[in-house]
Every structure is written in structure tokens, then in C-alpha cells.
């Protein structure tokens, strides 16, 4: 399809919005050019005497169709949102086709609630305006209000030099199917060879961050070791990176320290010990789906025995803060495989269950498979999902779209009350600095007093984090230029 702009640059917005009627489409786009044959749709602004004139226009297959619109200059939606919601309407009319999140195509929708909370608008202004400005669904609409809800008493306490670090392992026993991350083998001969010296510089990291927040007065609020699956590394490893920690850290006056021990192929009683003994109090045990030939189907080398008993294991081992992660919309998966694993993960009955929805990204293997067997029902499991975890007391708490995802779904954690992850809520919210040490990882930092946001990346691959580290760590000095006036 041919998209033509007059008067206007919003392709990235308008692209956003065709998307979500035609997602396997392909376009092309020009800039004040005519086009009338083929599928088309033009997008064009005129500035007139009274305001702005807006119209567009579709040619799709049979259908055709054109709206207009005049607006003045001080319309509050401005010509842009204007005439993506022009063409988010045609689009219904031609497709038949309602997405459930309206208009919103941002990766962080419970912002939007939440600053109209901020505004003081009761339940029913927030709906009203959200819905008439982004064609929102009352089922999205609820979700996004009780997740912000939810969080909200979160912001209250947060101390305005506070920060969290973000620890990064990115190793794996295997890469699964779906995965985008850059997650090594842990089997690999290279990853083997690298793990001591990757060891080594992510302590050195942890210390070197250390020095910076202590020049800084920052306080450390929340430690999340994340990856990849830290619990690939060996109990000595990860013992020696908790030490680090220890050593570098006040951790007792920590709220929150997530160890994500994710998959069941690398817990161990030991990795436990060591977890709990170097003062984690939160941990995922991390099923994605508990049907054995969806967890063959997608890489994963253990079974939904083999979590069942890690759970237990983690359980036995004194961990009363454990949440397990879930995938709808796994290759192979069926409604009725989704709902086997969400009531059997109630009957286990961790403190969190975080519900994704599967998103194809191109640096996973699915991208490049044929014929990838996912059910159509994804947002009926999604529905299922929500309403069984409401049923055993779970409730939103933090909320985020990704582009490419299966539907145009969400992700979304829920917690039993008191257990929501303070590291989660912030990150999603961008409401805290996040200082990232490790491959991959990314620091986030944010000014509390205008919400600005600047982000510093460490090198992506293990190799080039080992190699180049001490001109990584040279990058790290914007963090003294960036706290330089707060
Ligand atoms: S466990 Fe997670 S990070 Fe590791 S390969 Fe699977 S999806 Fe990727």
C-alpha cells in the first residue's frame, strides 16, 4: 500500500496506526506526491483562515473512503493525533477490525492515567478522556486504571536520590525460540572461555558503580540480577557476584533485591543457598508455559515437573517472594494448554505471576520459521489470564506494550498485595534511575525535578564488554554530568 503525505510528516504515527488494521502489510510512503491508483491512503493538512484543514482518504480493495476535519489552532489533539484518529476510524469502518487499545500504540499506556491521577481526575473523567482521545476499550481502559492505582503509593515513597541497579547475566542453558535478547549458551565452548573473565568485570563493574552513587549521595533502592538466567552461572559465580555486591553496598537498607533465577534447568539447592544467604528477598522461577511439548517446542530443556519442583525447592529453601512468568501466544500453545498453565501456577500460589504476550522480534529464531503454529485466541487467554488471577487475589500492578507483539496485547504483572516489585513499577514508569551494570545492560537516568530522561549503554556482547572495559567505564562518567545540577 502507497501512503502519501500533503502537507505533513507523520509517518511514523500513521504507519503506527495502519499497522494495527494491517500488520502483515508492507508500505510505501511519499511526500506531496498524487497517487490514485492501487491501494492507497492519503494524509493530507491545509492551513486555512479559520484553522487547519485535515482530511483523509483510503482506497483499500473495494472500500473507499474519506473523512474531514476542520481544526482550530488551539485544539488540544493538534492536526497529528487528529489525523491518525481520521484514519483510525476509516480503517474500523473498512476492516471491521476494533483494537482493544484503541489509538495507543506507546509501549507505557498506565502513564497516560497516571497523569491524569496526578490532575486529580476521578475514574470517570480518566475514562472519558482517554476514551474520546484514544478510542480506548473499557476492558483496557479498567486494566490500566487498577494497575495505576495499584502502583500509585509506590511514587509516594520514593526518596528523590534514590536508584536502582540492575545487574545484568546474559547467559542461558539454551536459547529459546521466541527469544530477542542477547542471551549466550551457557553450553557454548565460547561462552565457557568467557564466563571467569565476564565474572571478574561485572565485580569490578559493581564496584566501580558503587564509588560513583557514593560520590553522589545516591541511595541504593532495589537490586534486580537479571540476564539472560543469572542462575546459569555456577553457585561459586554467582556467590562471587553477590559478594561483590555485598561488599560494594549498603544492602541492608535495600526494599527490594530480585534474583531472576528464570529457568528450572539451572536451579540448584545450592544457588538457592547462596541467593538467600547473600540477602535476596525476591526470586522468579520462570515456567513461560507449564505444558511439556510447548516447553520442547520453544528450546527449553526441563519439564513442568521439573518447575513444580523448583518451586518447591525455592520454597522449602525459605523464599516467601516468588514470581513465575508467562507467555501467551506460544508456538504450539492452545487456549486450553494457557489456561493448564495458569490454574496450575495458581494452585502453586507464588506471590506474583507476571502474564507476556508473545512478541516476534527479528533477532529470534521463530522470525525467520515458516508457518509458526499460534492459536488465534491469544487475547481470549489474555482475558482468562486476567480474570483467574483476579479471582485468587492477584491484581495489576506494572503494565507495557512492545511493537510486534502477537495481537497488540500487553504485559502485564500481578501481585498479591504487598508483593508488587518496586524495580518493575519503576523501570516501567521510567520513575527512577537505573544504574545498569553488566553486557547489555542499560542505565536509565532520570531527573526527578523535570522527569528528563538520558540513557548510557554498556557493550552488548560479553567479548566486547571484556575487551573495551575500560572504555565503557569512561562513558560512565556522564553520570556525574547528568547528577551535576540535581
Ligand atoms: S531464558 Fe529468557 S533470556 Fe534465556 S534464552 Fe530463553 S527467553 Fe532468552
New binding site residues.
Given amino acids: 500500500m502507497t501512503i502519501c503525505f500533503k502537507g505533513n510528516s507523520c509517518k511514523y504515527e500513521i504507519e503506527a496506526v495502519m499497522k494495527l488494521f494491517l500488520p502483515l502489510v508492507t508500505f510505501d510512503f511519499l511526500f506531496e506526491k498524487t497517487v490514485d491508483t492501487g491501494d492507497f491512503c492519503i494524509v493530507s493538512s491545509e492551513e486555512k483562515e479559520d484553522g487547519t484543514q485535515l482530511s483523509v482518504e483510503v482506497s483499500c480493495g473495494d472500500s473507499h473512503l474519506k473523512k474531514d476535519l476542520l481544526i482550530t489552532s488551539d485544539d488540544p489533539d493538534g492536526a497529528e493525533l487528529n489525523l491518525c484518529r481520521l484514519l483510525y476510524r476509516i480503517m474500523q469502518e473498512i476492516t471491521g477490525i476494533t483494537p482493544e487499545w484503541g489509538l495507543l500504540t506507546g509501549i507505557r499506556p498506565v502513564k497516560k492515567v497516571n497523569a491524569l491521577l496526578d490532575e486529580g481526575c476521578s475514574k470517570e473523567e480518566i475514562f472519558s478522556r482517554l476514551k474520546n482521545k484514544y478510542e480506548l476499550s473499557d476492558g483496557k481502559l479498567e486494566l490500566s486504571y487498577l494497575t495505576a492505582v495499584t502502583q500509585k503509593k509506590y511514587f509516594d515513597s520514593l526518596d528523590r536520590r534514590s536508584f536502582s541497579l540492575y545487574v545484568s547475566v546474559?547467559f542461558?542453558?539454551?536459547?529459546?525460540s521466541?527469544?530477542?535478547?542477547v542471551?549466550h549458551?551457557i553450553e557454548s565452548a565460547g561462552a565457557k572461555k568467557l564466563l571467569p573473565d565476564y565474572v571478574e568485570k561485572l565485580c569490578a563493574e559493581i564496584g566501580q558503580t558503587a564509588e560513583i552513587a557514593a560520590d553522589l549521595n545516591l541511595k541504593l533502592d532495589t537490586i534486580y540480577i537479571g540476564?539472560?538466567?543469572p542462575t546459569s552461572l555456577s553457585a561459586e559465580q554467582l556467590e562471587k557476584v553477590m559478594n561483590s555486591l555485598k561488599k560494594s553496598f549498603d544492602i541492608s537498607k535495600i526494599r527490594e533485591y530480585t534474583v531472576e533465577a528464570?529457568?528450572s534447568d539451572t536451579i540448584t539447592e545450592e544457588k538457592l543457598r547462596v541467593i538467600k544467604e547473600y540477602g535476596a528477598t525476591r526470586i522468579s522461577v520462570?515456567p513461560?508455559t507449564m505444558n511439556d511439548s510447548v516447553l520442547k517446542a520453544?528450546?527449553?530443556r526441563h519439564s513442568a515437573e521439573d518447575v513444580i519442583n523448583s518451586f518447591k525447592l525455592a520454597r522449602s529453601s525459605g523464599f516467601d517472594n516468588i514470581n513465575m512468568d508467562t507467555i501467551a501466544g506460544l508456538p504450539t500453545d492452545t487456549y486450553d494448554g494457557f489456561k493448564n498453565t495458569i490454574d496450575t501456577l495458581c494452585g502453586l500460589d507464588p506471590e506474583s505471576i507476571t502474564i507476556h504476550t508473545l512478541t516476534v522480534k527479528r533477532s529470534s529464531s521463530l522470525f525467520m520459521q515458516e508457518n509458526i503454529d499460534i492459536d488465534s485466541r491469544i487475547s481470549d487467554m489474555v482475558r482468562y489470564g486476567q480474570k483467574t488471577l483476579g479471582e485468587h487475589r492477584y491484581l495489576p500492578y506494572y503494565l507495557y506494550r512492545q511493537k510486534n507483539t502477537v495481537d497488540n496485547l500487553e504485559n502485564v504483572g500481578y501481585a498479591k498485595k504487598g508483593f508488587e516489585s518496586l524495580y518493575n513499577i519503576y523501570i516501567m514508569e521510567e520513575a527512577q534511575t537505573i544504574l545498569a551494570v553488566g553486557a547489555a545492560g542499560s542505565t536509565k537516568l532520570v531527573n526527578p525535578d523535570t522527569n528528563k530522561i538520558e540513557r548510557l549503554f554498556n557493550y552488548k556482547f560479553p567479548y566486547e564488554y571484556i575487551s573495551r572495559y575500560e572504555k565503557m567505564l569512561e562513558k560512565k562518567k556522564k553520570i556525574y554530568e547528568f547528577y551535576s545540577n540535581i
Fill in positions: 546474559p542461558c542453558p539454551s536459547r529459546c521466541y527469544c530477542s535478547f542471551s549458551s540476564g539472560g538466567t528464570g529457568r520462570n513461560q520453544i528450546g527449553r
